[in-house]
């Protein structure tokens, strides 16, 4: 909920309701999920892969989730005080069963092979 700036004496009041609202969202942001500033997720992209790289701080191999399902990849970490979820929208269509992951130091790295978007028809 966003208000305009003019002056209103109930300011106070709501800007207090907005952030409680937002606090009740239920929405996970890596910072507040205990991973800090420094969880941060980036894909790169070649004509034959897709990679994806995400810095998970404080994440252990055990408490890692991986999903995909050709268009879109999905991250899980938790920590014992914590839980992370991203889902990333890839740039290309993959073959999802071709994917390999490695994850080092808090480092993942997942990678794709990319599928071709269309196939050609023979007239008969």
Request: aromatic share 4%.
């Amino acid at each position: 909920m966003r208000r305009d700036d003019r002056d209103d004496p109930f300011d106070d009041i709501f800007n207090e309701i907005e952030r409680m609202m937002e606090g009740m969202g239920g929405h996970i942001d890596a910072a507040d999920a205990g991973f800090g500033d420094d969880a941060h997720v980036s894909v790169y992209e070649t004509d034959e892969q897709i990679r994806v790289v995400a810095d998970l701080p404080g994440v252990d191999r055990d408490g890692l989730r991986i999903k995909c399902d050709g268009r879109h990849v999905t991250i899980s970490a938790s920590t014992s005080t914590s839980e992370y979820e991203e889902r990333i929208e890839l740039p290309g269509r993959v073959d999802e069963h071709s994917a390999s992951a490695s994850f080092n130091n808090g480092v993942l790295e997942i990678t794709l092979d990319r599928v071709d978007s269309s196939a050609n028809i023979d007239l008969s």
